[in-house]
């Protein structure tokens, strides 16, 4: 079954840390480029970040850059989004979501996982 | 990074058409055609409707159609239908910045 899963959302305090994980099935996980994507509470979409299929540069959302590390592991099929020094606004939901296009770095997310919430406290 | 804007709020009855603008900038959506248009229910993950500008993907309705002029794309849907009623967000790649821009949804309401 062509799918992405995550999972590693919950509870946190602001400043503590957080790892979210997608595993991916049911397709050649190393020829796509995976992005995270979070839904706010106002139901905005934000652009997070993104773990290029040839692991080039990755580039990330000014709002989270040099606090979120993405990273992937092919023999797993999973990539990673470590989450440090959480503030409120970081409060959403986390999906990640796969470029349609093999081997491009941006296009289309034409399969998303079910999302994890992420809510962070004072 | 700058967020494309579309309408909040857009509505129609079943049978007729209603199109949903989303304007960006010469450096997003109006540089290229990477623009895709995403649809999403109350409790579910967003879903592909339209990419590259006019594409569609395999079975998504042919109601559902998207254009793009300038630095304004467009989602037309054609024949409503009640199920039609959600969430709609456009994208775009910012080539020039190396990053995806989405825009701010435009809730479509089946009157």
């Known amino acids: 079954q062509v799918q992405l899963v995550e999972s590693g959302g919950g509870v946190v305090q602001a400043g503590r840390s957080l790892r979210l994980s997608c595993a991916a099935s049911g397709f050649t996980f190393s020829d796509h480029s995976i992005h995270w994507v979070r839904q706010t509470p106002g139901k905005r979409l934000e652009w997070v970040g993104f773990?290029?299929?040839?692991?080039?540069?990755?580039n990330y959302a000014e709002s989270v850059k040099g606090r979120f590390t993405i990273s992937r592991d092919n023999s797993k099929n999973t990539v990673y989004l470590q989450m440090n020094g959480l503030r409120l606004e970081d409060t959403a939901v986390y999906y990640c979501?796969?470029?349609?296009?093999?081997?491009?770095?941006?296009?289309?997310?034409?399969?998303w996982g079910q999302g994890t919430l992420v809510v962070v406290s004072s | 990074q700058s967020a494309l804007t579309q309408p909040p709020s857009a509505s129609g009855s079943p049978g007729q058409s209603v199109a949903i603008s989303c304007t960006g900038t010469?450096?997003?959506?109006?540089?290229?055609?990477?623009v895709s248009w995403y649809q999403q229910h109350p409790g579910k993950a967003p879903k592909l409707m339209i990419y590259e500008v006019s594409k569609r993907p395999s079975g998504v309705p042919d109601r559902f159609s998207g254009s793009k002029s300038g630095n304004t794309a467009s989602l037309t849907v054609s024949g409503l239908q009640a199920e039609d009623e959600a969430d709609y967000y456009c994208s775009s790649y910012a080539g020039s910045n190396n990053y995806v821009a989405f825009g701010g949804g435009t809730k479509l309401t089946v009157l």
């Open positions: 010469s450096s997003d959506l109006g540089g290229h055609n990477y």
């Open positions: 773990a290029p299929f040839d692991r080039s540069n990755q």
């Open positions: 979501a796969r470029v349609t296009t093999p081997r491009w770095l941006f296009d289309a997310f034409d399969l």
